[in-house]
């Protein structure tokens, strides 16, 4: 079982999924066979043989298939859960709220959504049957994690508390780190060196006015100038960068519903 606060697994939610579907088998050469009904037509994408995604049409709600999507698209980031209920609790008393409460998932595992202090919307799984994504580094997968918070003093504390976060700072004692400092962003990963699955990054000194904190995904690529090209040219966009931090080069982009996630060269 994944280490409690860890992601573990992202799903977009998106419509028309059909179209969906066709960009990212294209974009990142992932395989994605038709859902099953049992399950809403939830569909699970592979990436040479691994599980690394999920995808739902957003005109599956609730109460089931609505003729307007429900909510607009976007790609969720879960974390691991011992327990999906007693977290949604703890996420309550630490300051955050329930969006989609606890559901079973067929012996699968159990999900939920909360909204973090700082208006931050993140997944929870509760692995059985499925932990999750096979994480392996490669082209095609998901392989780093971010929340992007306009209320970092709000939100440390909460993923502290809520899912035993071990903050390890980017720079000593919580300072900006040097590149950084000039604009007094803190920069934090949720466990030290080499455990460290996510991070989580100040960032109201640089998102547009009336944008709300947001969790986003890292998919590798092998050559990011390349994959974007491929992105855009199946009608996809290419919002920022690239950028050359340490780790690889990054860019952002959307798919041609408008769901934003990064994109980093990984070897």
Known sequence: MARTGTPVWIDLGTHPIDDAVSFYSQAFGWTIPEGNPEFGGYRMAESGGAPVAGMMSSLMGPDGEADEPQYPTWWTVY?????????TRAAVAAG?????PTMEIAGLGAMAVIIDPSGAAVGLWEGR??????????????????????????????????????????????????????????YATNFPGEEASAGICEADSFLPEGVP?????????????????????????????????????????EDPQGGMFQIVSVS
């Open 96 to 100: 955050g709220s329930i969006a989609v």
């Open 213 to 253: 904190s947001f969790w986003r995904a890292y998919l590798g690529v092998a050559d990011t100038d390349a994959a974007i090209e491929k992105i855009t040219g199946l009608g996809g966009a290419h919002t920022d960068g690239p950028m050359d931090p340490p780790f690889g080069r990054v860019a952002t982009v």
């Open 79 to 87: 974390l691991a859960v011992e327990d999906c209920a007693a977290t």
């Open 129 to 186: 049957e499925l932990g999750g994504f096979e994480f392996t580094g490669q082209p095609g997968s998901p392989v780093w994690f971010e929340l992007m918070t306009t209320d970092f003093d709000a939100a440390a504390p909460f993923y502290q508390r809520v899912f035993g976060w071990q903050l390890a700072y980017m720079g000593e004692d919580g300072e900006p780190t040097e590149g950084a400092a000039a604009n007094g962003i803190r």
